[in-house]
């Protein structure tokens, strides 16, 4: 097929600080909330922690020099705020930052785009102890985070991410209690929700002020889907459309939340000033786009406060997640960006599988169903663009097996399969056909 890809298209890949550096507490870095919370007996599958994780905090050398052999020409990543400030605001630890920098000098020198994500979920535990994204001074610190990573990292970072995910931060973390913190509130979320965005804000006018080149946020999208045509099926479907696609993104670009929220949360929604709801008005540079399957929904009178749930599709081929894998879904949701916002800069951020993928054989690890998965979104990916989309890069998540958060090491992602033992790199098949995808700049699908 003809490449759809331009030249200047990104070829990515991507991870985050505490799913595969390991060391979480080397070189005078403070504790996160996810260290908390993974040696806390049972919120991690098989007590796994990340403790160790990838160990690249000691082997990033290597992992670039993998990186490059794949020809990427952008890499995801995030900074463990902990690392950089111990205590999640004041002292800067000089070496924290230095990992950072030896990283990004060595992205650069194999002509690799650093994309760096500044949170993505290891808030410190120092601020989490002063109530953390609850604080409504929590903007502020992740303001001054933000601005010592700027002020170190600006002169060789020309892309920036703000925050990875805020709804994952907010429900999991906050409503359900999936993830670190591991609060069950129905009063929280929508407070945590709004001070993520209004750190947003604040560290995009730090960033302004000093930055120069761009700066979005990465949001999780799936599109809803009833389950069947009834209006309670119907009903159910926009509003988990609300509450997963609109919220964050229509504060940013509308300076609004959905109306559908306040039904939802009912008393729990909090009356916000239209001076809050201005100054959360921040729609960045870009939007980056973490896709991965979509929803199917019924309406679920059983399930407060959405009274709506994912179902899984008995007919379907789904992932190792039990994510149905819905090619079409990335085209949908790309072209519904392009016309809800107006056309905005996007990448996609976020793209891939979890597979039980088999042991190596010959030091290579046989993943069809992941390279036909990729092929299959990459190609989806295309079709947006030959529509309009202004899509400028592709992540795959994730270029290593890694902590999966509260599903520890079961769920593997990766291009490249990491021992569970000695950590050793062992390349997929789809990480061949990702090279070759990058090769051919997209045609190779
Ligand atoms: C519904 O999936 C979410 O968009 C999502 C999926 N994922 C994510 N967000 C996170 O950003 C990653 O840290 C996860 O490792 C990755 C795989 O689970």
């Known amino acids: 097929m003809a490449a759809p890809f331009p030249d200047d298209f990104l070829w990515g890949a991507a991870t985050s600080a505490y799913q595969i550096e390991g060391s979480p507490l080397a070189d005078g870095a403070g504790p996160s909330i996810w260290h908390r919370f993974a040696h806390t007996p049972g919120r991690v599958a098989g007590h796994d922690t990340g403790d160790l994780a990838c160990d690249h905090y000691h082997r990033s050398l290597e992992d670039v020099a993998l990186m490059a052999e794949l020809g990427l020409s952008a890499y995801r990543f995030s900074l463990a705020w902990g690392r950089v400030l111990p205590e999640g605001r004041g002292a800067v630890n000089s070496r924290g930052l230095d990992f950072y920098e030896r990283l990004v000098d060595a992205l650069l020198e194999h002509g690799i785009q650093p994309m760096a994500t500044l949170y993505h979920w290891d808030l410190p535990v120092a601020l989490h102890e002063r109530g953390g994204w609850l604080n409504p ?42 993830l670190a913190p591991g609060h069950r509130d129905l009063f929280e979320p929508p407070r945590v929700a709004n001070h993520l965005l209004l750190a947003h804000a604040e560290a995009v006018a730090a960033y302004r002020a000093l930055g120069r080149h761009r700066i979005g946020l990465a949001v999780n999208l799936e599109p809803q889907h009833p389950a069947s045509p009834s209006p309670a099926d119907l009903e159910a479907a926009r509003r988990r459309d609300a509450f997963i696609n609109r919220w964050f993104l229509d504060a940013l670009v509308f300076g609004r939340y959905p109306e559908e929220l306040a039904d939802i949360f009912g008393p729990a929604w909090p009356e916000f000033s239209a001076e809050s709801l201005a100054k959360i008005r921040c729609p960045g540079d870009f939007i980056g786009v973490n896709y991965y399957s979509r929803g199917l929904v019924r309406a679920a009178p059983e399930a407060p406060p959405l009274d709506a749930i994912r179902i899984t599709p008995t007919d379907a081929e789904l992932t190792a997640m039990d994510w149905e894998v819905y090619p079409e879904g990335l085209t949908e949701t790309l072209l519904w960006l392009r016309d809800r916002y107006a056309n905005p800069p996007l990448y996609i951020t976020e793209n891939g599988a979890a597979f039980d ?32 989309v202004d899509l400028r890069g592709y992540c795959v998540w994730s270029l290593l097996d890694n902590f999966e958060w509260a599903e520890g090491y079961s769920k593997r992602f990766g291009l490249y399969q990491v021992d569970p033992g000695d950590r050793t790199r062992r390349p997929k098949t789809s990480a061949c056909f990702y090279r070759e995808v990058i090769r051919s700049r997209g045609a190779a699908v």
Request: charged share 25%; glycine share 6%; no cysteine.
């Open 357 to 388: 993928d088999p042991p190596p054989r010959d030091g290579l690890v046989e993943d069809p169903r992941r390279v036909a998965y990729l092929r299959a979104h990459i190609r989806a990916a295309a079709t947006a663009l030959e529509q309009g």
């Open 137 to 178: 001074d929590s903007p502020h610190w992740f303001a001054e985070y933000a601005g010592t990573v700027f002020r170190a990292l600006d002169d060789r970072v020309p892309l920036w991410i703000t925050l990875n995910e805020p709804w994952v931060v907010t429900v999991p973390g906050y409503l359900d209690g999936q």
